[in-house]
């Protein structure tokens, strides 16, 4: 896997693990995948290499698994420049960008294209997540409202919001994330995530009661799953 990293962060290698070691506050030790997808172990001070092997070898197949997520996500990052004709996606059509002398808003979709005030290109990115945060959350609500009665839940709140490596989230509490990036993807794609973390309000994990949750509210939700995992990937501003 390709990452960048600190160049000041001493990196240890555990068998094919690469990590780096992190004071702790607390007694436990953790594993986590960084924003850059390198392996961050948090242990309390004075590090004992013995028990930080110890969790890395007990989390190897979580560590595996989270890395190769993060790649599915990473892989084909685009590259922008942000010029006449480069084509962006929104609700998993692609719209043309056309640069603008003004207009009342920075960006904004009119006509069938993407159109962005010339002179805030250097911003361009910006403008773009806030368009995508902005059009996602009455679309995420309506659909929360349409699935959350057929599983009978009801979240405590639903955000959008920049979630590094995955698409969305849902904690133990019942508050759901979901990535802005979701305002790429096709309606049916947007429905599979959002009944996938309605799910997990009533099962954390992945398990069989948890997917026939999902199949119960969504039958052709394998559809959209493997719609995700094919083309997620190059869905990147
Ligand atoms: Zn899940």
Excluded at 129 to 149: G, T, V
Excluded at 228 to 234: D, Q, R, S, Y
Aim: hydrophobic content about 35%; proline content about 5%; charged content about 30%.
């Amino acid at each position: 896997m390709v990452a960048a990293r600190e160049p000041s962060q001493k990196v240890h290698t555990y068998k094919d693990i690469e990590f780096t070691l992190k004071k702790s506050e607390r007694k436990t030790t953790s594993i986590y995948i960084e924003r850059d997808g390198s392996v961050s172990v948090l242990a309390p001070k004075p590090f004992d290499m013995e028990r930080v092997q110890a969790t890395l070898e007990k989390k190897r197949s979580w560590i595996y698994r989270n890395l190769a997520e993060w790649e599915d996500l990473n892989r084909t990052r685009v590259h922008r420049e942000y010029v006449n004709g480069e084509s962006f996606l929104y609700l998993g059509r692609r719209y043309q960008l056309e640069l603008v002398k003004t207009q009342g808003v920075p960006l904004a979709l009119k006509q069938g294209k993407f159109c962005l005030v010339k002179d805030l290109v250097p911003k361009a990115e910006r403008y773009f997540q806030e368009f995508y945060k902005n059009k996602l959350k009455p679309r995420l609500d309506e659909r929360i409202d349409q699935y959350a009665p057929r599983l009978g839940v009801s979240p405590r709140r639903v955000k959008v919001m920049e979630l590094k490596n995955r698409w969305g989230s849902c904690s133990a509490t019942g508050m759901i994330n979901v990535h802005w990036k979701c305002a790429m993807l096709p309606l049916s794609v947007l429905d599979y995530i959002v009944v996938h973390e309605l799910s997990h309000i009533e099962n954390p994990n992945h398990t069989p009661a948890f997917w026939r949750a999902v199949e119960k509210a969504l039958p052709n939700y394998e559809e959209q799953k493997k719609w995700l995992k094919f083309n997620g990937a190059g869905m990147s501003l």
